[in-house]
């Protein structure tokens, strides 16, 4: 596959994402093994940008290191500085299934209980609520309680 084609603004772009980052995979002495190039494309398909460090002085077999890997791993050769190599390939958003029986997680609520003295601050406290449980305005927890059915709704449903 050949490797995707960028214009110089999204590559400045993808250049300034990746300056912070640290390398992920590492080039030894041995080149482009089977293992490094499984190991690229995985961390492409985590992370999108990537920074490789090759620990070879020959900048000619940097240059075609990078090329080789754009067009086998289909990315894009965003930048070789150095020793640094930085490639780029769009993530592959994955489909979230949704669980219909999800009940809602748990949730950090805030609380300011205020004095009855007027010139003092307020006492906050954070309250962590759960799904099955509600606040009510005096700042206590209660439970949910299952809905009640009347016995006629329930034998007409049976």
Same mark, same amino acid.
């Given at each position: 596959?050949?490797?995707?084609?960028?214009?110089?603004?999204?590559?400045?772009?993808?250049?300034?994402? $990746? /300056?912070? +980052?640290?390398? *992920?995979?590492?080039?030894?002495? #041995?080149? !482009?093994?089977?293992?490094?190039?499984?190991? @690229?494309?995985?961390?492409?398909? $985590? /992370?999108? +940008?990537?920074? *490789?460090?090759?620990?070879?002085? #020959?900048? !000619?077999?940097?240059?075609?290191?990078?090329? @080789?890997?754009?067009?086998?791993?289909?990315?894009?050769?965003?930048?070789?500085?150095?020793?640094?190599?930085?490639?780029?390939?769009?993530?592959?958003?994955?489909?979230?299934?949704?669980?219909?029986?999800?009940?809602?997680?748990?949730?950090?609520?805030?609380?300011?209980?205020?004095?009855?003295?007027?010139?003092?601050?307020?006492?906050?406290?954070?309250?962590?609520?759960?799904?099955?449980?509600?606040?009510?305005?005096?700042?206590?927890?209660?439970?949910?309680?299952?809905?009640?059915?009347?016995?006629?709704?329930?034998?007409?449903?049976?």
């Amino acid at each position: 596959m050949p490797a995707i084609q960028l214009t110089p603004a999204q590559r400045k772009v993808h250049r300034a994402e $990746a /300056h912070h +980052l640290d390398p *992920i995979v590492m080039v030894g002495g #041995d080149g !482009l093994t089977p293992a490094v190039k499984k190991e @690229t494309d995985a961390a492409l398909k $985590a /992370h999108g +940008l990537i920074k *490789i460090r090759v620990f070879s002085d #020959d900048r !000619l077999a940097r240059e075609a290191m990078l090329q @080789t890997l754009a067009d086998e791993l289909d990315a894009a050769p965003i930048q070789h500085i150095g020793k640094l190599l930085v490639l780029w390939r769009p993530k592959v958003e994955k489909e979230r299934t949704v669980d219909e029986d999800r009940m809602p997680g748990p949730r950090d609520v805030k609380i300011l209980k205020y004095s009855k003295k007027g010139g003092q601050r307020p006492e906050v406290k954070m309250l962590r609520v759960l799904g099955n449980q509600r606040l009510t305005p005096g700042g206590t927890i209660k439970r949910a309680k299952p809905k009640k059915v009347s016995l006629k709704k329930r034998r007409q449903a049976d």
